[in-house]
Protein backbone atom coordinates (compact mmCIF):
# COMPACT_ATOMS: atom_id res chain seq x y z
CA UNK A 1 0.00 0.00 0.00
CA UNK A 2 3.20 2.52 0.69
CA UNK A 3 4.34 1.59 -2.20
CA UNK A 4 1.49 2.20 -4.36
CA UNK A 5 1.41 5.29 -2.46
CA UNK A 6 5.16 6.31 -3.30
CA UNK A 7 4.93 5.68 -7.03
CA UNK A 8 1.63 7.74 -7.59
CA UNK A 9 3.24 10.60 -6.55
CA UNK A 10 6.34 10.30 -8.19
CA UNK A 11 4.01 9.82 -11.33
CA UNK A 12 2.33 13.16 -10.19
CA UNK A 13 5.52 14.70 -9.71
CA UNK A 14 6.58 13.91 -13.06
CA UNK A 15 3.27 15.13 -14.61
CA UNK A 16 3.74 18.60 -12.35
CA UNK A 17 7.34 18.90 -14.10
CA UNK A 18 6.54 17.99 -17.25
CA UNK A 19 3.64 20.53 -17.33
CA UNK A 20 5.61 23.17 -15.91
CA UNK A 21 8.41 22.88 -18.44
CA UNK A 22 6.05 23.02 -21.25
CA UNK A 23 4.42 25.79 -20.30
CA UNK A 24 7.10 27.87 -18.98
CA UNK A 25 10.07 27.38 -20.75
CA UNK A 26 11.30 26.30 -23.89
CA UNK A 27 14.61 24.23 -24.57
CA UNK A 28 15.32 25.51 -28.07
CA UNK A 29 14.69 28.85 -29.43
CA UNK A 30 14.28 29.83 -33.06
CA UNK A 31 15.12 33.62 -34.20
CA UNK A 32 13.82 34.19 -37.21
CA UNK A 33 11.23 31.98 -38.24
CA UNK A 34 10.97 33.49 -42.01
CA UNK A 35 13.85 33.78 -43.89
CA UNK A 36 14.04 35.92 -47.13
CA UNK A 37 17.18 34.53 -48.95
CA UNK A 38 19.01 35.34 -52.18
CA UNK A 39 19.82 33.06 -54.73
CA UNK A 40 23.83 32.24 -55.05
CA UNK A 41 24.29 33.31 -51.27
CA UNK A 42 24.60 31.07 -47.85
CA UNK A 43 21.81 31.20 -45.45
CA UNK A 44 21.75 30.05 -41.41
CA UNK A 45 18.96 28.61 -39.82
CA UNK A 46 20.08 29.32 -36.56
CA UNK A 47 19.08 27.32 -33.40
CA UNK A 48 19.48 28.00 -29.89
CA UNK A 49 19.69 25.52 -26.89
CA UNK A 50 19.20 26.27 -23.56
CA UNK A 51 20.32 22.74 -22.05
CA UNK A 52 23.79 21.77 -21.36
CA UNK A 53 24.50 18.70 -23.99
CA UNK A 54 26.64 16.88 -21.41
CA UNK A 55 23.33 16.54 -19.12
CA UNK A 56 20.81 15.05 -21.74
CA UNK A 57 21.08 12.61 -24.71
CA UNK A 58 19.28 14.21 -28.02
CA UNK A 59 17.96 12.83 -31.28
CA UNK A 60 16.54 14.83 -34.29
CA UNK A 61 16.07 15.73 -37.94
CA UNK A 62 15.99 18.09 -40.43
CA UNK A 63 13.24 18.22 -43.29
CA UNK A 64 12.10 20.14 -46.09
CA UNK A 65 8.83 20.75 -47.61
CA UNK A 66 8.78 21.88 -50.82
CA UNK A 67 5.74 24.38 -51.95
CA UNK A 68 4.58 21.10 -54.52
CA UNK A 69 4.19 19.61 -50.90
CA UNK A 70 7.22 17.07 -51.70
CA UNK A 71 9.17 16.46 -48.18
CA UNK A 72 12.62 14.53 -47.42
CA UNK A 73 14.71 14.59 -45.23
CA UNK A 74 18.03 16.29 -44.90
CA UNK A 75 19.65 15.68 -41.54
CA UNK A 76 19.32 12.86 -39.19
CA UNK A 77 21.67 13.49 -35.64
CA UNK A 78 22.29 12.46 -32.68
CA UNK A 79 24.94 13.79 -29.79
CA UNK A 80 27.38 11.96 -31.31
CA UNK A 81 26.64 11.36 -35.06
CA UNK A 82 25.46 13.13 -38.33
CA UNK A 83 23.87 10.88 -41.36
CA UNK A 84 23.32 13.74 -44.17
CA UNK A 85 21.11 12.33 -46.98
CA UNK A 86 23.66 11.74 -50.10
CA UNK A 87 21.59 14.59 -52.25
CA UNK A 88 22.43 17.50 -50.03
CA UNK A 89 25.77 16.77 -48.59
CA UNK A 90 27.56 19.66 -50.76
CA UNK A 91 24.82 21.86 -50.71
CA UNK A 92 23.79 21.68 -46.74
CA UNK A 93 26.31 21.52 -43.16
CA UNK A 94 24.97 20.85 -39.81
CA UNK A 95 26.49 22.79 -37.51
CA UNK A 96 27.03 21.64 -33.55
CA UNK A 97 26.63 21.80 -31.22
CA UNK A 98 23.52 24.45 -31.36
CA UNK A 99 21.83 21.80 -34.13
CA UNK A 100 21.89 24.60 -36.89
CA UNK A 101 21.33 23.92 -40.24
CA UNK A 102 23.35 26.05 -42.87
CA UNK A 103 22.16 26.24 -46.94
CA UNK A 104 25.17 27.12 -49.02
CA UNK A 105 24.43 28.47 -52.45
CA UNK A 106 20.97 28.87 -52.04
CA UNK A 107 18.67 28.35 -55.37
CA UNK A 108 14.91 28.61 -55.97
CA UNK A 109 14.56 25.13 -55.08
CA UNK A 110 15.45 25.49 -51.51
CA UNK A 111 12.17 27.49 -50.83
CA UNK A 112 10.04 25.79 -49.01
CA UNK A 113 9.34 24.64 -45.01
CA UNK A 114 12.13 23.57 -42.86
CA UNK A 115 11.01 21.93 -40.14
CA UNK A 116 13.23 20.92 -36.86
CA UNK A 117 11.96 17.67 -34.54
CA UNK A 118 14.05 17.33 -31.27
CA UNK A 119 14.29 14.53 -28.61
CA UNK A 120 15.69 15.59 -25.73
CA UNK A 121 15.93 13.00 -22.82
CA UNK A 122 17.79 14.51 -19.46
CA UNK A 123 20.30 12.36 -17.70
CA UNK A 124 19.04 13.18 -14.07
CA UNK A 125 15.23 12.39 -15.05
CA UNK A 126 15.55 8.97 -16.09
CA UNK A 127 11.92 8.14 -18.62
CA UNK A 128 11.74 11.92 -19.29
CA UNK A 129 11.44 12.72 -22.91
CA UNK A 130 10.95 16.47 -24.25
CA UNK A 131 10.19 16.73 -27.86
CA UNK A 132 10.68 20.22 -29.65
CA UNK A 133 9.46 21.25 -33.01
CA UNK A 134 10.25 23.99 -34.92
CA UNK A 135 9.14 25.29 -38.85
CA UNK A 136 11.59 27.70 -40.61
CA UNK A 137 9.87 29.44 -43.76
CA UNK A 138 12.16 30.10 -46.33
CA UNK A 139 11.88 32.21 -49.50
CA UNK A 140 14.57 32.70 -52.42
CA UNK A 141 14.99 36.04 -54.09
CA UNK A 142 16.47 35.91 -57.53
CA UNK A 143 17.76 39.48 -58.38
CA UNK A 144 15.69 41.11 -61.15
CA UNK A 145 17.16 41.88 -64.38
CA UNK A 146 16.87 44.83 -66.27
CA UNK A 147 13.05 45.65 -67.36
CA UNK A 148 11.57 45.87 -70.63
CA UNK A 149 9.03 48.09 -71.61
CA UNK A 150 6.01 46.27 -74.34
CA UNK A 151 4.02 49.63 -76.22
CA UNK A 152 0.95 48.52 -78.00
CA UNK A 153 0.16 50.02 -80.29
CA UNK A 154 3.70 50.73 -81.43
CA UNK A 155 2.49 53.85 -83.72
CA UNK A 156 1.43 57.57 -82.28
CA UNK A 157 -2.47 57.53 -80.79
CA UNK A 158 -5.12 59.92 -81.12
CA UNK A 159 -6.28 61.65 -78.21
CA UNK A 160 -9.84 60.82 -77.17
CA UNK A 161 -9.73 57.86 -79.56
CA UNK A 162 -7.33 55.52 -78.90
CA UNK A 163 -5.76 53.25 -75.57
CA UNK A 164 -2.86 52.29 -74.51
CA UNK A 165 -0.96 49.29 -72.69
CA UNK A 166 2.58 49.44 -71.46
CA UNK A 167 4.04 45.76 -70.29
CA UNK A 168 7.08 45.67 -68.03
CA UNK A 169 8.39 42.38 -67.38
CA UNK A 170 12.26 41.08 -66.33
CA UNK A 171 13.67 37.75 -67.56
CA UNK A 172 14.94 37.15 -63.90
CA UNK A 173 13.45 38.20 -60.79
CA UNK A 174 10.96 37.08 -57.77
CA UNK A 175 8.88 38.49 -55.79
CA UNK A 176 8.99 41.75 -58.57
CA UNK A 177 7.33 44.67 -57.99
CA UNK A 178 6.76 47.29 -60.09
CA UNK A 179 6.65 51.29 -60.46
CA UNK A 180 5.45 53.38 -63.89
CA UNK A 181 7.24 57.04 -64.10
CA UNK A 182 6.24 59.68 -66.97
CA UNK A 183 9.16 61.78 -67.45
CA UNK A 184 10.78 60.78 -64.06
CA UNK A 185 7.43 61.33 -62.10
CA UNK A 186 5.70 58.64 -60.55
CA UNK A 187 2.32 57.49 -61.78
CA UNK A 188 -0.75 56.13 -59.73
CA UNK A 189 -4.26 54.44 -60.99
CA UNK A 190 -7.25 57.83 -61.68
CA UNK A 191 -10.10 57.72 -64.07
CA UNK A 192 -8.06 57.04 -67.23
CA UNK A 193 -5.00 55.05 -65.83
CA UNK A 194 -5.39 51.33 -64.74
CA UNK A 195 -2.80 48.88 -62.94
CA UNK A 196 -3.06 45.41 -62.68
CA UNK A 197 -2.32 43.11 -59.87
CA UNK A 198 1.71 43.63 -59.91
CA UNK A 199 1.32 46.88 -61.30
CA UNK A 200 3.27 45.28 -64.27
CA UNK A 201 0.61 46.71 -66.86
CA UNK A 202 -0.54 50.32 -67.15
CA UNK A 203 -3.63 50.75 -69.51
CA UNK A 204 -4.38 54.05 -70.52
CA UNK A 205 -8.17 54.60 -71.94
CA UNK A 206 -8.78 56.87 -73.40
CA UNK A 207 -5.56 58.85 -74.72
CA UNK A 208 -5.10 62.61 -74.24
CA UNK A 209 -2.91 65.71 -74.86
CA UNK A 210 -0.81 65.45 -71.50
CA UNK A 211 -0.38 61.46 -71.10
CA UNK A 212 2.76 61.91 -74.40
CA UNK A 213 6.46 61.72 -73.05
CA UNK A 214 8.49 59.27 -72.06
CA UNK A 215 7.56 56.14 -70.05
CA UNK A 216 9.56 54.11 -67.71
CA UNK A 217 9.20 51.43 -65.00
CA UNK A 218 11.17 50.60 -62.43
CA UNK A 219 11.50 46.74 -60.68
CA UNK A 220 12.56 45.96 -57.35
CA UNK A 221 12.48 43.19 -55.17
CA UNK A 222 13.92 42.35 -51.79
CA UNK A 223 17.16 40.47 -53.58
CA UNK A 224 17.96 44.33 -54.87
CA UNK A 225 17.08 47.74 -55.57
CA UNK A 226 15.17 49.02 -57.96
CA UNK A 227 16.35 49.11 -62.07
CA UNK A 228 15.32 51.26 -64.71
CA UNK A 229 13.92 50.07 -68.13
CA UNK A 230 14.85 52.17 -71.18
CA UNK A 231 12.39 54.82 -71.40
CA UNK A 232 9.74 54.86 -74.35
CA UNK A 233 8.18 57.48 -76.25
CA UNK A 234 4.41 57.64 -76.46
CA UNK A 235 3.51 59.97 -78.76
CA UNK A 236 0.05 61.18 -78.97
CA UNK A 237 -1.90 63.45 -82.08
CA UNK A 238 -3.93 66.25 -80.33
CA UNK A 239 -4.98 69.78 -81.27
CA UNK A 240 -5.49 72.29 -82.34
CA UNK A 241 -5.57 74.10 -78.94
CA UNK A 242 -5.07 77.84 -77.39
CA UNK A 243 -5.17 79.51 -81.20
CA UNK A 244 -4.44 83.12 -81.34
CA UNK A 245 -3.29 86.09 -83.76
CA UNK A 246 -0.07 88.33 -83.17
CA UNK A 247 1.52 91.62 -84.68
CA UNK A 248 4.69 92.91 -83.53
CA UNK A 249 3.02 96.43 -85.17
CA UNK A 250 0.38 98.70 -84.35
CA UNK A 251 -1.94 99.32 -81.54
CA UNK A 252 -4.15 95.81 -80.06
CA UNK A 253 -6.82 96.17 -78.38
CA UNK A 254 -8.89 93.04 -77.79
CA UNK A 255 -9.48 91.42 -80.98
CA UNK A 256 -9.23 95.16 -82.88
CA UNK A 257 -5.31 96.12 -84.43
CA UNK A 258 -5.07 99.71 -85.28
CA UNK A 259 -2.11 100.12 -87.89
CA UNK A 260 -0.32 103.64 -89.35
CA UNK A 261 -1.70 104.24 -92.94
CA UNK A 262 0.72 103.71 -95.63
CA UNK A 263 2.12 100.82 -93.89
CA UNK A 264 2.50 96.94 -94.38
CA UNK A 265 1.80 94.78 -91.61
CA UNK A 266 2.21 90.69 -90.89
CA UNK A 267 0.20 88.79 -88.66
CA UNK A 268 1.24 85.59 -87.20
CA UNK A 269 -1.61 82.40 -86.43
CA UNK A 270 -0.01 80.22 -83.92
CA UNK A 271 -2.09 76.69 -82.24
CA UNK A 272 -0.76 74.42 -80.04
CA UNK A 273 -1.27 70.64 -81.89
CA UNK A 274 0.75 67.68 -83.05
CA UNK A 275 0.70 67.76 -85.66
CA UNK A 276 1.95 71.40 -86.75
CA UNK A 277 -1.48 72.71 -87.99
CA UNK A 278 -2.10 73.88 -91.43
CA UNK A 279 -3.50 77.65 -91.69
CA UNK A 280 -5.72 79.18 -93.73
CA UNK A 281 -6.19 83.16 -93.97
CA UNK A 282 -9.90 84.63 -94.85
CA UNK A 283 -11.17 87.72 -95.67
CA UNK A 284 -14.48 89.22 -94.65
CA UNK A 285 -16.35 91.73 -96.45
CA UNK A 286 -19.67 92.72 -97.29
CA UNK A 287 -20.94 89.33 -96.00
CA UNK A 288 -18.59 87.90 -98.08
CA UNK A 289 -15.48 85.67 -97.79
CA UNK A 290 -12.48 85.10 -99.70
CA UNK A 291 -9.56 82.86 -99.22
CA UNK A 292 -6.28 84.74 -99.02
CA UNK A 293 -3.17 82.90 -98.57
CA UNK A 294 -2.37 79.89 -96.91
CA UNK A 295 0.25 79.36 -94.22
CA UNK A 296 1.01 80.88 -90.46
CA UNK A 297 1.98 84.57 -91.51
CA UNK A 298 -0.37 87.10 -93.47
CA UNK A 299 1.18 90.06 -95.06
CA UNK A 300 -0.89 93.21 -95.79
CA UNK A 301 -0.58 96.54 -97.59
CA UNK A 302 -2.60 98.72 -95.92
CA UNK A 303 -2.36 101.23 -98.63
CA UNK A 304 -4.88 99.21 -100.33
CA UNK A 305 -7.01 99.62 -97.83
CA UNK A 306 -9.71 102.27 -97.35
CA UNK A 307 -12.19 101.14 -94.20
CA UNK A 308 -11.86 98.68 -91.37
CA UNK A 309 -11.98 95.02 -92.40
CA UNK A 310 -12.34 91.63 -90.62
CA UNK A 311 -9.72 88.87 -90.98
CA UNK A 312 -10.51 85.07 -89.58
CA UNK A 313 -7.32 82.92 -89.43
CA UNK A 314 -8.31 79.27 -89.27
CA UNK A 315 -6.20 76.20 -88.03
CA UNK A 316 -6.83 72.23 -88.90
CA UNK A 317 -5.21 69.76 -87.69
CA UNK A 318 -5.28 66.76 -90.55
CA UNK A 319 -4.95 63.55 -88.06
CA UNK A 320 -7.31 64.71 -85.37
CA UNK A 321 -9.80 66.19 -87.78
CA UNK A 322 -10.01 68.99 -85.50
CA UNK A 323 -10.21 72.68 -86.13
CA UNK A 324 -10.26 76.24 -84.66
CA UNK A 325 -10.80 79.76 -86.02
CA UNK A 326 -9.55 83.28 -84.53
CA UNK A 327 -11.06 86.56 -85.79
CA UNK A 328 -10.42 89.99 -85.36
CA UNK A 329 -10.52 93.38 -86.94
CA UNK A 330 -8.28 95.74 -88.65
CA UNK A 331 -8.19 99.43 -88.37
CA UNK A 332 -6.05 101.67 -90.60
CA UNK A 333 -6.01 105.30 -88.55
CA UNK A 334 -2.92 107.59 -87.44
CA UNK A 335 -1.58 106.75 -84.12
CA UNK A 336 1.03 109.25 -84.13
CA UNK A 337 4.98 108.70 -83.22
CA UNK A 338 5.74 106.08 -80.55
CA UNK A 339 2.68 104.27 -81.37
CA UNK A 340 3.97 102.00 -83.51
CA UNK A 341 3.98 99.14 -81.18
CA UNK A 342 2.16 97.22 -79.07
CA UNK A 343 0.48 98.74 -76.43
CA UNK A 344 2.87 96.88 -73.99
CA UNK A 345 5.38 98.64 -75.25
CA UNK A 346 4.17 101.88 -73.86
CA UNK A 347 4.83 100.67 -70.25
CA UNK A 348 8.40 101.01 -71.40
CA UNK A 349 8.16 104.59 -71.49
CA UNK A 350 7.71 105.69 -68.41
CA UNK A 351 10.99 104.52 -66.69
CA UNK A 352 12.75 106.50 -69.37
CA UNK A 353 10.74 109.80 -68.70
CA UNK A 354 11.56 109.44 -65.22
CA UNK A 355 15.33 108.64 -66.09
CA UNK A 356 15.35 111.71 -68.64
CA UNK A 357 13.68 114.27 -65.79
CA UNK A 358 15.74 113.36 -63.26
CA UNK A 359 19.51 113.69 -65.08
CA UNK A 360 17.92 116.96 -66.35
CA UNK A 361 17.21 117.81 -62.88
CA UNK A 362 20.79 116.95 -61.53
CA UNK A 363 22.54 118.63 -64.37
CA UNK A 364 20.63 122.24 -63.62
CA UNK A 365 21.39 121.95 -59.85
CA UNK A 366 25.47 121.36 -60.92
CA UNK A 367 24.76 124.54 -63.31
CA UNK A 368 23.41 126.06 -60.75
CA UNK A 369 26.00 125.38 -58.02
CA UNK A 370 28.63 126.26 -60.45
CA UNK A 371 27.47 129.42 -60.97
CA UNK A 372 26.86 130.35 -57.88
CA UNK A 373 31.21 129.72 -56.78
CA UNK A 374 31.82 131.72 -60.20
CA UNK A 375 30.02 134.79 -60.30
CA UNK A 376 29.56 135.48 -56.51
CA UNK A 377 26.16 137.10 -56.73
CA UNK A 378 26.17 138.92 -53.80
CA UNK A 379 29.09 140.67 -54.32
CA UNK A 380 27.94 142.16 -57.81
CA UNK A 381 25.04 143.24 -56.20
CA UNK A 382 27.13 145.33 -53.34
CA UNK A 383 28.97 146.87 -55.92
CA UNK A 384 26.32 147.91 -57.79
CA UNK A 385 24.93 149.22 -55.23
CA UNK A 386 27.77 150.68 -53.25
CA UNK A 387 28.32 152.86 -56.69
CA UNK A 388 27.99 156.94 -56.54
CA UNK A 389 24.37 158.10 -57.36
CA UNK A 390 25.56 160.50 -60.04
CA UNK A 391 27.39 157.26 -61.71
CA UNK A 392 24.24 155.28 -61.26
CA UNK A 393 21.87 157.67 -62.85
CA UNK A 394 23.61 158.06 -65.49
CA UNK A 395 22.22 157.28 -68.76
CA UNK A 396 23.78 154.64 -71.03
CA UNK A 397 24.70 156.42 -74.62
CA UNK A 398 25.45 154.04 -77.21
CA UNK A 399 26.76 157.21 -79.29
CA UNK A 400 23.78 157.39 -81.50
CA UNK A 401 20.64 158.62 -79.75
CA UNK A 402 21.35 161.98 -80.55
CA UNK A 403 23.60 163.55 -83.50
CA UNK A 404 23.22 166.95 -82.30
CA UNK A 405 24.74 166.36 -78.78
CA UNK A 406 28.03 165.49 -80.41
CA UNK A 407 28.36 168.84 -81.88
CA UNK A 408 31.76 170.36 -80.43
CA UNK A 409 35.43 171.04 -79.55
CA UNK A 410 36.95 168.05 -78.30
CA UNK A 411 40.34 168.31 -75.97
CA UNK A 412 42.71 165.82 -75.05
CA UNK A 413 45.27 165.83 -72.51
CA UNK A 414 47.55 163.28 -71.73
CA UNK A 415 48.89 162.47 -68.39
CA UNK A 416 52.64 162.91 -68.22
CA UNK A 417 54.47 160.06 -67.55
CA UNK A 418 54.86 156.40 -68.72
CA UNK A 419 52.17 153.83 -68.70
CA UNK A 420 53.45 150.00 -67.94
CA UNK A 421 50.62 148.33 -69.75
CA UNK A 422 49.30 148.99 -73.06
CA UNK A 423 45.79 148.11 -70.64
CA UNK A 424 44.88 148.80 -67.58
CA UNK A 425 43.54 145.95 -65.16
CA UNK A 426 39.74 146.93 -64.39
CA UNK A 427 41.62 147.11 -60.69
CA UNK A 428 44.23 150.01 -62.05
CA UNK A 429 40.58 151.72 -63.70
CA UNK A 430 38.96 151.27 -60.56
CA UNK A 431 41.88 153.55 -58.35
CA UNK A 432 42.00 156.15 -60.96
CA UNK A 433 37.97 156.97 -61.05
CA UNK A 434 38.52 157.33 -57.18
CA UNK A 435 41.22 160.42 -57.51
CA UNK A 436 39.74 162.85 -59.43
CA UNK A 437 41.71 165.77 -57.94
CA UNK A 438 44.72 164.19 -59.08
CA UNK A 439 43.82 164.09 -62.68
CA UNK A 440 45.37 160.38 -63.06
CA UNK A 441 42.36 159.71 -65.83
CA UNK A 442 44.24 158.45 -68.82
CA UNK A 443 42.36 161.03 -71.09
CA UNK A 444 40.44 163.87 -69.86
CA UNK A 445 37.89 164.34 -72.90
CA UNK A 446 36.68 168.41 -72.60
CA UNK A 447 33.73 169.46 -74.61
CA UNK A 448 33.11 173.00 -75.24
CA UNK A 449 29.66 173.30 -76.81
CA UNK A 450 28.84 176.28 -78.26
CA UNK A 451 26.04 178.67 -76.79
CA UNK A 452 24.31 178.68 -79.85
CA UNK A 453 25.39 175.08 -81.87
CA UNK A 454 22.55 175.70 -84.78
CA UNK A 455 23.99 179.20 -85.45
CA UNK A 456 27.54 178.07 -85.60
CA UNK A 457 26.83 175.73 -87.75
CA UNK A 458 25.16 177.62 -90.34
CA UNK A 459 28.10 180.80 -90.41
Known sequence: ????????????????????????????????????????????????????????????????????????????????????????RNHLLFREPN????????????????????????????????????????????????????????????????????????????????????????????????????????????????????????????????RSSKPVELNVYYGPYNLEVNSGQGLRTGEVFTINPGEQVFFECQADSNPPNSYVWISKSHNATQVITEGPRLKVCLYRLAQAEEYLCRAFNNVTQKQDEAQFTLVVASLGPGKEKHTQDGSSLSPLAAITVSSLFIIGCMLLFFLRRTCHPKRVLMSIYNRPLSEQKRPHRSGHEDATEDFGIYEFVSIPGKMESAQASCRSLARLESVQDMHTTIYDVIRHVPETPTHSLLN
Open 1 to 88: MEATGGTALYVCSLLFFFFLTEVSSEYIHIPTLVHHGIEGRSLLLSVETRFSLDEVEIQGTWSHTRPSGTRATLVTFTKESTITDMMY
Open 99 to 226: VSLLIRKLNPDDEGDYTLDLNIEFHNKTGLVIKEKRTVHVTVDVPVSSPVIEKNPSYAVIEDKSNVTLSCSVEKGTRVVFQWLRDNVALGPNDRYHFSKENSTLFINPVRKEDKGMYSCVASNPASPG
